[in-house]
């Protein structure tokens, strides 16, 4: 979705790929499909694992998050929140301090505080350390190897043992049974916890048994196939029970959250629909008489995925009205400008969103990405230094790499055109590519200098990589 924000991209995961030094490898979008326990729902699985980004909704979710994070003790800098495309109720953590939210939850709640004690209940495990023997080996993988395993896992939990081996490609042997399954004690205690956490907060905990009643009907929906929330968080009325006694006793049960978290949730929750949703659907469904935020939104962005550029910009230039210097509403003009072949256009737009929300590298990559569109020497240069700040702030953005590399080329930088290659292979999985990429870097960059000495790292590590997956 979402990509630059207000884009919805999606790339595929590729073979399992360990990230170096250090951080984890994201790749622009990737989330996973519903879970049927034959193998070739699995196959279908791998094909459509997808993740979302988006910088307002990945901004607005960590503005929910990152209290909860401080309030256990947690480090907010080292806990990554990853978006999944995928209509199931599900989130998990896995990997380490990594917390995966599907695209499902974000729109099945109903209220922030319902999100913010999912997450909360997320954190809780995190915090308390659940899962540290089963996922050690996960620590140092890359975010698609953890999904890919991850997935798989939660087919074999669910009875589909070939269907799991299919998904996870021979990539990892951590999956088993129990892999991702919590016990009943964990699970009490990380509802517990959450409670703690929103009690320091001053926030309500219903929210919480309110999202666990939502899976509830969800199970009792859709009976042929177990919602995988519930195969790694297994209600019972024992759970619910705890629960909902700790929640009817903290002070503050009935305090809400801030007013400005329902405001997020919708536009969230609107950006979400008129991404995935068919665009004619949203069109009808939502007349251009709406005045809700979620509801104009979702409008919007059907109207630009559709294409009805001229109904668009009339649009998505009366939201700008009601919302001036929306730096994210500005970027889907910009990006549906771009996309729609209005190059210049599209600048102004992107320049007023990184004006607005400059700390946003994925709105830097948009902007330069219709720097490089217009072929400009002047503009390519500029959108050289938005690219450059954008993978210092976040080096595991595959398209941040990929625009860098053009944008070297024409400044005729070849051994830094090499080495941003070699980078988003890398991060793509693209081994042998990043090894080839990175040689060339080594031999056109001044021997010594910072760029060859990471043109050589890549090279050792793609190569180690790609024969430990032969």
Same mark, same amino acid.
């Given at each position: 979705?979402?990509?630059?924000?207000?884009?919805?991209?999606?790339?595929?995961?590729?073979?399992?790929?360990?990230?170096?030094?250090?951080?984890?490898?994201?790749?622009?979008? #990737?989330?996973?499909?519903?879970?049927?326990?034959?193998?070739?729902?699995?196959?279908?699985?791998?094909?459509?694992?997808?993740?979302?980004?988006?910088?307002?909704?990945?901004?607005?979710?960590?503005?929910?998050?990152?209290?909860?994070?401080?309030?256990?003790?947690?480090?907010?800098?080292?806990?990554?929140?990853?978006?999944?495309?995928?209509?199931?109720?599900?989130?998990?953590?896995?990997?380490?301090?990594?917390? #995966? @939210?599907?695209?499902?939850?974000?729109?099945?709640?109903?209220?922030?505080?319902?999100?913010?004690?999912?997450?909360?209940?997320?954190?809780?495990?995190?915090?308390?350390?659940?899962?540290?023997?089963?996922?050690?080996?996960?620590?140092?993988?890359?975010?698609?190897?953890?999904?890919?395993?991850?997935?798989?896992?939660?087919?074999?939990?669910?009875?589909?043992?070939?269907?799991?081996?299919?998904?996870?490609?021979?990539?990892?042997?951590?999956?088993?049974?129990?892999?991702?399954?919590?016990?009943?004690?964990?699970?009490?205690?990380?509802?517990?916890?959450?409670?703690?956490?929103?009690?320091?907060?001053?926030?309500?905990?219903?929210?919480?048994?309110?999202?666990?009643?939502?899976?509830?009907?969800?199970?009792? =929906?859709?009976?042929?196939?177990?919602?995988?929330?519930?195969?790694?968080?297994?209600?019972?009325?024992?759970?619910?029970?705890?629960?909902?006694?700790?929640?009817?006793?903290?002070?503050?049960?009935?305090?809400?959250? !801030?007013?400005?978290?329902?405001?997020?949730?919708?536009?969230?929750?609107?950006?979400?629909?008129?991404?995935?949703?068919?665009?004619?659907?949203?069109?009808?469904?939502?007349?251009?008489? &709406?005045?809700?935020?979620?509801?104009?939104? *979702? =409008?919007?962005?059907?109207?630009?995925? %559709?294409?009805?550029?001229?109904?668009?910009?009339?649009?998505?230039?009366?939201?700008?009205?009601?919302?001036?210097?929306?730096?994210?509403?500005?970027?889907?003009?910009?990006?549906?400008?771009?996309?729609?072949?209005?190059?210049?256009?599209?600048?102004?737009?992107?320049?007023? !969103?990184?004006?607005?929300?400059?700390?946003?590298?994925?709105?830097?990559?948009?902007?330069?990405?219709?720097?490089?569109?217009?072929?400009?020497? %002047?503009?390519? $240069?500029?959108?050289?230094?938005?690219?450059?700040?954008?993978?210092?702030?976040?080096?595991?953005?595959?398209?941040?790499?990929?625009?860098? $590399?053009?944008?070297?080329?024409?400044?005729?930088?070849?051994?830094?055109?090499?080495?941003?290659?070699?980078?988003?292979? @890398?991060?793509?999985? %693209?081994?042998?590519?990043?090894?080839?990429?990175?040689?060339?870097?080594?031999?056109?960059?001044? *021997?010594?200098?910072?760029?060859? @000495?990471? &043109?050589?790292?890549?090279?050792?590590?793609?190569?180690?990589?790609?024969?430990? =997956? =032969?």
């Amino acid at each position: 979705m979402l990509s630059s924000p207000a884009r919805l991209r999606r790339n595929p995961v590729p073979a399992p790929l360990r990230r170096r030094l250090g951080t984890l490898a994201t790749v622009f979008l #990737f989330g996973f499909a519903s879970l049927a326990p034959s193998l070739a729902s699995a196959q279908q699985a791998q094909r459509s694992l997808n993740l979302i980004r988006d910088a307002e909704i990945e901004q607005d979710i960590r503005a929910m998050a990152v209290p909860i994070f401080r309030a256990a003790g947690l480090d907010d800098a080292a806990v990554r929140v990853i978006l999944i495309q995928d209509p199931a109720l599900n989130a998990f953590v896995a990997g380490g301090q990594n917390l #995966f @939210l599907n695209t499902g939850t974000l729109i099945a709640v109903t209220t922030p505080e319902q999100l913010m004690g999912v997450i909360a209940h997320e954190t809780g495990h995190m915090a308390g350390g659940h899962l540290v023997r089963s996922t050690e080996a996960l620590r140092n993988a890359s975010i698609q190897q953890i999904i890919a395993t991850v997935l798989g896992a939660i087919a074999i939990i669910g009875g589909g043992g070939q269907a799991g081996a299919a998904v996870m490609m021979g990539g990892s042997q951590i999956a088993t049974r129990s892999f991702l399954q919590y016990s009943r004690t964990q699970e009490s205690a990380a509802d517990q916890a959450a409670i703690t956490y929103l009690d320091k907060l001053h926030i309500t905990s219903r929210g919480l048994g309110e999202f666990l009643h939502i899976i509830d009907r969800d199970q009792l =929906r859709i009976r042929s196939d177990q919602n995988p929330y519930v195969y790694t968080h297994p209600l019972t009325p024992e759970r619910m029970a705890a629960l909902e006694t700790r929640v009817s006793q903290s002070p503050y049960v009935d305090a809400a959250a !801030a007013p400005r978290y329902v405001e997020m949730l919708a536009r969230m929750q609107g950006k979400l629909r008129g991404f995935i949703d068919n665009p004619e659907s949203t069109i009808r469904r939502v007349p251009a008489s &709406a005045t809700g935020i979620a509801d104009r939104y *979702a =409008r919007v962005v059907a109207l630009y995925r %559709k294409p009805d550029m001229p109904t668009f910009l009339t649009e998505v230039d009366a939201l700008l009205r009601a919302y001036p210097n929306d730096p994210y509403i500005l970027e889907l003009k910009g990006q549906a400008l771009l996309e729609n072949g209005q190059i210049q256009a599209s600048i102004e737009p992107y320049q007023l !969103a990184v004006k607005y929300a400059p700390d946003e590298p994925l709105l830097r990559v948009g902007l330069a990405s219709a720097m490089i569109a217009t072929e400009d020497p %002047k503009q390519t $240069a500029d959108a050289v230094r938005d690219l450059e700040i954008a993978t210092r702030a976040d080096p595991d953005n595959s398209m941040a790499w990929y625009q860098l $590399a053009i944008a070297y080329g024409r400044q005729n930088k070849i051994g830094l055109a090499a080495l941003a290659s070699a980078e988003r292979f @890398l991060l793509t999985g %693209k081994l042998e590519d990043a090894y080839q990429q990175a040689q060339r870097a080594e031999i056109e960059l001044p *021997a010594g200098s910072p760029g060859a @000495l990471r &043109a050589a790292d890549i090279r050792d590590l793609s190569l180690r990589l790609w024969r430990d =997956r =032969r």
